[in-house]
């Protein structure tokens, strides 16, 4: 009998220390990175897929793939739109977007923008330029490389209702 209580009182003193344990051990694992990275990937486990897609795109990386000027390439996309890099240099057509604005933002270089009130709009490293739709537009550089991010939706062509023989249709992802 006297065993049997002895164990009994190691049990219920186990069992006791147990859940304190166990809540110990709980907050420790809250606080870690892994706790993170496991409730991260548990939330969306159901998209595995684009957990691993997600990665830093370096934009000047991008930039040093392709040479072709006026032909944007698109490295990113998102709600319906696509993050597109262009080379430009010397002159472009004039062109507007009947529904799309449109976003340039300068890396390398100063991207100038006509308008058909005469003005130019300089858009250096660093700024952007946000051209709302059906408002027509040039865009040229002074002679030089300038290295330029476009923001559009997918449909979006670069030359707007200007078709012609700079247009490119198939954008390539790079
Ligand atoms: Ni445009």
Known sequence: MRLWAFIGRKLV???AMAPKQANLYWNNLQKSNSWHRWSAGATTFHNF???????SINIMEKFSMFEKQWTPHIIGELNGQYVKLCKLKDD?????????????MVFIGTLL???????????????????????EHRPHTNGELVFNLLFEPKETLHTGNAVDEKTVTNLAWI
């Open 13 to 15: 003193c186990k069992m």
């Open 49 to 55: 897929n684009t957990m691993q897609e997600i990665q």
């Open 92 to 104: 472009f057509v004039w062109h507007s977007h009947e529904n799309e604005d449109e976003l340039f």
């Open 113 to 135: 923008m006509d308008f058909r009130d005469g003005r130019t709009v300089e858009v250096k490293e660093g700024e952007i330029l946000i051209v709302p739709k059906g408002v």
